[in-house]
């Protein structure tokens, strides 16, 4: 006979009593184009007054992203509720990714948020962006500056038009002489604009995962959203790794007031432990 510690019961009985108190549903939306685009609802069956909606990077699966899981589960324990979605041809959505744009992730975020607000009934909505994630959060701003009241900003690339050239020498240059180390400090002694544009005006470019198109590229390498989120510094909690050679800290243009350099860091933050590093502080400023 199988005999359990009280801890253990406990254990159960909270656990249980969450399962019944709380719906974690896949839930589905359309985008302007008429595709089907889907995602995570996690609610309790009490009204909460806010809530969290996640906003993943390039080529991400916001639905399966360990870290915005950690987070998701952490805020229904709060009683927050929170929407992880896949943007167009990405993970659980249906489309395209050969037809990303920046315009087209932001048009799909405000479907998003107006979905949530739908399914949950919640007065306030926060935002999780991580990477490219934070310029869709920046897109949607422009248009609708009072419907965000709080952000976490991980890793955030708000500086694309330099980023993009700064990926650019750097991937030319593992290709053309592995040697030469690539940093944000002296990619510009080996940008050759000309070169870049060109490549910039590519049709069908081939991504880690995908192709994409042309225009992604031409919108994202002359935007920098950095200025944009001067009003916000104060507001936004940013968070950024140390060690992010992807999104250098020094490509942002705006210093954040609320800031958290983790030790370590690189540019996902899956890794646990750099997740203790910044998980429960960013859960402490979004439900309080």
């Known amino acids: 006979?199988?005999?359990?510690?009280?801890?253990?019961?406990?254990?159960?009985?909270?656990?249980?009593?969450?399962?019944?108190?709380?719906?974690?549903?896949?839930?589905?939306?359309?985008?302007?184009?008429?595709?089907?685009?889907?995602?995570?609802?996690?609610?309790?069956?009490?009204?909460?007054?806010?809530?969290?909606?996640?906003?993943?990077?390039?080529?991400?699966?916001?639905?399966?992203?360990?870290?915005?899981?950690?987070?998701?589960?952490?805020?229904?324990?709060?009683?927050?509720?929170?929407?992880?979605?896949?943007?167009?041809?990405?993970?659980?959505?249906?489309?395209?990714?050969?037809?990303?744009?920046?315009?087209r992730w932001e048009r799909e975020f405000s479907n998003a948020y107006n979905s949530f607000k739908s399914e949950t009934g919640v007065n306030s909505v926060y935002v999780v962006a991580h990477s490219l994630g934070a310029c869709v959060l920046g897109k949607y701003l422009e248009k609708n500056p009072n419907n965000i009241e709080r952000a976490v900003l991980i890793s955030p690339a708000l500086n694309q038009k330099d980023l993009m050239r700064y990926w650019f020498v750097s991937g030319k240059m593992k290709k053309e002489n592995p040697e030469q180390i690539?940093?944000?400090?002296?990619?510009?002694?080996?940008?050759?604009?000309?070169?870049?544009?060109?490549?910039?005006?590519?049709?069908?470019?081939?991504?880690?995962?995908?192709?994409?198109?042309?225009?992604?590229?031409?919108?994202?390498?002359?935007?920098?959203?950095?200025?944009?989120?001067?009003?916000?510094?104060?507001?936004?909690?940013?968070?950024?790794?140390?060690?992010?050679i992807a999104v250098p800290i020094e490509s942002l243009g705006v210093k954040f007031s609320n800031r958290i350099i983790v030790s370590g860091g690189d540019h996902d933050m899956e890794r646990p432990n750099q997740r203790v590093q910044w998980v429960g502080k960013a859960i402490d400023y979004l439900i309080n």
């Open 1 to 103: 006979m199988v005999t359990y510690s009280k801890e253990d019961s406990v254990k159960f009985i909270k656990l249980t009593l969450m399962s019944l108190l709380m719906e974690t549903q896949l839930i589905e939306f359309q985008n302007t184009e008429n595709k089907i685009l889907r995602g995570i609802l996690i609610k309790k069956r009490e009204k909460s007054s806010k809530g969290v909606i996640f906003i993943s990077g390039f080529e991400r699966n916001g639905t399966t992203e360990p870290k915005f899981k950690d987070l998701a589960d952490r805020l229904i324990s709060d009683g927050v509720p929170s929407l992880r979605f896949d943007f167009s041809g990405l993970g659980l959505s249906d489309g395209n990714f050969r037809d990303t744009t920046l315009d």
């Open 182 to 244: 690539i940093e944000w400090e002296n990619y510009e002694e080996f940008l050759d604009e000309k070169e870049f544009q060109k490549d910039v005006n590519k049709k069908d470019k081939m991504s880690k995962y995908n192709f994409i198109g042309a225009d992604y590229f031409r919108e994202c390498s002359e935007l920098d959203l950095s200025s944009d989120f001067e009003k916000y510094k104060d507001r936004f909690l940013h968070i950024h790794g140390e060690n992010d």
